[in-house]
């Protein structure tokens, strides 16, 4: 019985790495769709009320936060501009191949903004735990779909050889 569940298991585990070879297309429909959902919770910080922003900024030790309209209104549009990428992504990983030229510029465009991020950020003077954290997560997304992106199009031309 125990060995008949983990040869099971084992199964699973070999074919869903083969999974992954034979369908990079999927893993990087999931991976987009991921990161849109997740993104989505921006639009939770676009709504929420302006004392959550004090109170958050407090909380994890950063300088305090301005309470401008100006100060909330960068945040908030920000968080907008955050949460409508998110459905963008939704929406590219539901049709990777309408939009398959698009998701190789995405990345390279995530990989710069991840580098971007960074350098805005040690000009900013924000905590390097933080600033590291958020460029290099926008950099190893980038690379990740820029990977996938690629095993795709490999597969995409390889198939196409061998169809002819």
């Given at each position: 019985?125990?060995?008949?569940?983990?040869?099971?298991k084992q199964l699973k585990v070999i074919q869903n790495r083969q999974m992954t070879a034979k369908y990079p297309e999927s893993w990087l429909a999931w991976f987009l769709w991921l990161v849109g959902v997740f993104t989505q919770l921006a639009f939770v910080a676009a709504l929420m009320p302006a004392s959550w922003f004090v109170i958050i900024?407090?909380?994890?030790?950063?300088?305090?936060?301005?309470?401008?309209?100006?100060?909330?209104?960068?945040?908030?549009?920000?968080?907008?501009?955050?949460?409508?990428?998110?459905?963008?992504?939704?929406?590219?990983?539901?049709?990777?191949?309408?939009?398959?030229?698009?998701?190789?510029?995405?990345?390279?465009?995530?990989?710069?903004?991840?580098?971007?991020?960074?350098?805005?950020?040690?000009?900013?003077?924000?905590?390097?735990?933080?600033?590291?954290?958020?460029?290099?997560?926008?950099?190893?997304?980038?690379?990740?779909?820029?990977?996938?992106?690629?095993?795709?199009?490999?597969?995409?031309?390889?198939?196409?050889?061998?169809?002819?």
């Amino acid at each position: 019985m125990f060995s008949d569940d983990l040869a099971e298991k084992q199964l699973k585990v070999i074919q869903n790495r083969q999974m992954t070879a034979k369908y990079p297309e999927s893993w990087l429909a999931w991976f987009l769709w991921l990161v849109g959902v997740f993104t989505q919770l921006a639009f939770v910080a676009a709504l929420m009320p302006a004392s959550w922003f004090v109170i958050i900024t407090d909380e994890i030790g950063l300088d305090a936060f301005p309470e401008t309209p100006l100060a909330f209104y960068l945040a908030r549009h920000l968080s907008l501009m955050y949460g409508f990428v998110g459905i963008a992504l939704i929406v590219i990983s539901y049709q990777l191949s309408r939009y398959r030229d698009l998701i190789g510029y995405l990345a390279y465009g995530v990989i710069v903004f991840g580098i971007l991020q960074g350098i805005i950020d040690l000009q900013s003077g924000m905590p390097l735990i933080w600033t590291l954290g958020e460029s290099i997560s926008s950099v190893i997304g980038g690379l990740m779909i820029l990977w996938l992106h690629k095993k795709c199009r490999l597969r995409s031309t390889s198939s196409t050889v061998t169809s002819t």
